[in-house]
Structures are given as C-alpha cells and as structure tokens.
C-alpha cells in the first residue's frame, strides 16, 4: 500500500542529509485567494532556497500524502475549489474518494516527521478558541507528541493565547523565543506573555533540539518569530477586528474547522488587507529562519 510519495528531490536530499524545511498547504487551499496563495508558497520556498535548505510543500494529491508538491500541483491545490483541508484525523480517510487536499500544522509535522524532516515552517499554530475552551486545534496534542521543530509567529492572535500557552507547558512543549522573551501575537510582535527560553540564534535552537532528542522526549518544540518590525500591526488596532470577524462568524453559525479560515478572511476585508500583508511578511520570515535553523542542524543526529 503506498502511503506517503516522497518527490525525487526531497528523497535525494533525504538521502544525502541535506537541509529540508517542510511548509505547509493548507495555506494555499484555504489560507490565501488564488493566486495569492501561489505566490506566497513560492516566496516562502525562495526564501528556504536562499539560506541554502530545500523546499518541501506537504499535502494530499489524489487521495496520497505527498511531500515535495511540485509547482505544477500547487498550481492546481490553489485553484481546486473541491480541495478540502486535511488535519490529522483526515489524513486516512482522504483515500477513499482520491481527493486533493491541503495539509495543516498538524498534518504536515506529522508526514515530515514520518518522512524524517525535523524542522518545519508555518505562519501560526491553531490553539484553543476564545469563549470555547473545548475547541482545541488538533495542532496541540500533535505538538505534544511529534518531535519536531515548528517555526511559527507564535499562535493566530485570534485564538486564547494564554490557554494555549498553558496547554503546552502542560504537555512539555518548549517554546522558544527568536531574539526575544515574549510570545509573538502572530500580527503584533507582543502579547505580554513569556516564553521558556529566549533564542538569539540558530544553533542554540539545535542545542535544544539535540538536548531533547537526547532525553528521548516525545514532544516537538516550538520556535516562536516575531513578525518584522516594519509589518507589525499593534495590539490594540487588531483586537477590534478580531472582535468583529468573531461576531461576525457567531452570527452566521459558523465553527468547526472552518471558523480559522473565516476569520482571517474577515479581518482581511475589515483591515483593508493590512492583516494579509502582515501575514505574509512573517510566513517569508518564518521560513527563512526555519531553513537557517535546519542548515544548522546536525543531521546525522537521530
């Protein structure tokens, strides 16, 4: 039964230990409008190039996770009204009707980590749900026992960062901060709550991760990045859209899996695209640190 397709120059570099960074697609399914969604999936690959790791843009392609999507299948994921977006869960089900799928946080740590990719970029992690703490991203518990590291800009700032905060400290995920001591909010560079461990640098992100590996610890570890500077929106501009998408969503019934890519949508509009230039400022800022941090790697560590 062929289970994961792995493209020929993911394998070769798995092969010959290259730096591989893993992305995601659901952000191209459903993160962004086509093309935008291209675009920025293309940035992002560039950008891991750039700092001298290959790209491996994770998703399902007629039914089979596959790791290294080639351009051609981007292409098509983003304009494929019918792909759905594929979380753990949906990941063995996705066989039965052959369909296109992109893949979330938790999918895709979960196939690179199976393929044997050990660091991971996103723009933020799902968490749990403002007013709803039985909402929990399935990204959680995957990060609580998935060994991988995932660069991110924090948690999505609509979410209840201080719950999801606390769910992985309960569950032993280090989060670490990129050259600062305080959480990201994702749209805005602070939240007012710390991380575990401040990070000034690639290679004491590897320390970490080789301490971790060590200890045979099951979890991943999170390495948070502030957006840059100049695309930051503040705090107290992005909670009144926040609060806006939210009662928005309420008032139309929606929630489950498709709430996240609502809100985001909403907020677009409601900002004037501002949230959207931000968003894909740090997704490029992520995935440049993540292939700094997987260059630095010794990757004959197990």
Same mark, same amino acid.
């Given at each position: 039964?062929?289970? &994961?397709?792995?493209?020929?120059e993911?394998?070769?570099? %798995?092969? /010959?230990? !290259?730096p591989?960074?893993? *992305? #995601?697609s ?33 998703g ?9 999507l ?8 983003a304009s ?8 753990v869960?949906?990941l ?6 052959r369909g ?6 938790a ?17 933020g ?22 060994p991988? &590291? ?8 609509? %979410?209840? /960062?201080? !719950?999801?905060?606390?769910? *992985? #400290? ?8 990129w050259?600062?001591?305080e ?5 805005s560079r ?10 000034d640098?690639a290679?004491?992100?590897?320390m970490?991760?080789r ?10 570890m ?12 503040p ?15 309420d ?9 996240t890519?609502f ?8 900002s ?5 230039s931000a ?6 800022n992520?995935a440049?640190i ?13």
């Amino acid at each position: 039964m062929h289970l &994961i397709d792995i493209a020929s120059e993911i394998q070769q570099s %798995l092969a /010959l230990k !290259r730096p591989i960074v893993a *992305l #995601e697609s659901a952000l191209v399914t459903h993160g962004f409008a086509y093309p935008d969604s291209v675009k920025i999936t293309q940035r992002m690959a560039a950008a891991v190039r750039e700092e001298g790791a290959v790209p491996a843009v994770i998703g399902v392609w007629n039914g089979v996770p596959t790791v290294g999507l080639s351009d051609a299948q981007i292409e098509i994921l983003a304009s494929d009204e019918t792909a759905v977006k594929i979380s753990v869960r949906d990941l063995p089900l996705m066989g039965v009707h052959r369909g296109h799928g992109g893949t979330t946080v938790a999918a895709t740590a979960l196939l690179a980590h199976r393929v044997g990719i050990q660091v991971f970029a996103t723009g933020g992690i799902g968490g749990i749900h403002r007013g709803h703490p039985e909402d929990v991203s399935a990204d959680l518990p995957l990060l609580a026992t998935t060994p991988i &590291i995932v660069v991110c800009a924090g948690a999505k700032s609509i %979410l209840d /960062l201080p !719950r999801t905060l606390e769910y *992985l #400290e309960t569950w032993g995920v280090p989060v670490l901060g990129w050259q600062t001591n305080e959480f990201p909010a994702f749209y805005s560079r602070t939240s007012g709550l710390l991380v575990d461990q401040c990070v000034d640098h690639a290679q004491q992100v590897v320390m970490a991760f080789r301490t971790q590996r060590a200890l045979a610890l099951s979890q991943g570890m999170l390495v948070t990045v502030p957006v840059p500077a100049e695309d930051e929106i503040p705090a107290a501009e992005v909670e009144p859209l926040i609060a806006q998408a939210i009662v928005d969503a309420d008032a139309l019934g929606i929630s489950g899996n498709v709430i996240t890519p609502f809100i985001l949508a909403r907020m677009v509009e409601l900002s004037q695209a501002r949230t959207q230039s931000a968003n894909e400022s740090l997704l490029v800022n992520n995935a440049r640190i993540a292939a700094q941090v997987a260059c630095a790697m010794d990757l004959t560590m197990g």
